[in-house]
């Protein structure tokens, strides 16, 4: 729903100002971002994953 009006807005979101505004240290801010990061990568993962699982096939196949 936010991310229907910002684009009726044409709003940028600064999520680095929003971690700021909303934790108190610096310490958690870059939890949140390395967990935001893993977040992303573990669903490339899973989207990715039939595309993974044959090219590592294919690896394995070739030194054999």
Same mark, same amino acid.
């Given at each position: 729903? $936010? ?6 807005? #044409? $709003?940028?979101?600064? &999520?680095?100002?929003? &971690?700021?505004?909303?934790? =108190? =240290? ?21 989207? &990715?994953? #039939?595309?993974?699982?044959? #090219? ?6 070739? =030194?054999?």
């Amino acid at each position: 729903m $936010i991310e229907v009006l910002l684009m009726k807005k #044409n $709003i940028q979101l600064d &999520y680095k100002q929003h &971690y700021e505004s909303v934790l =108190t =240290t610096e310490v958690d801010l870059e939890e949140v971002k390395a967990l935001d990061f893993l977040h992303c990568f573990s669903d490339l993962i899973i989207k &990715y994953s #039939n595309q993974i699982e044959m #090219n590592l096939r294919s690896k394995s196949e070739e =030194t054999t």
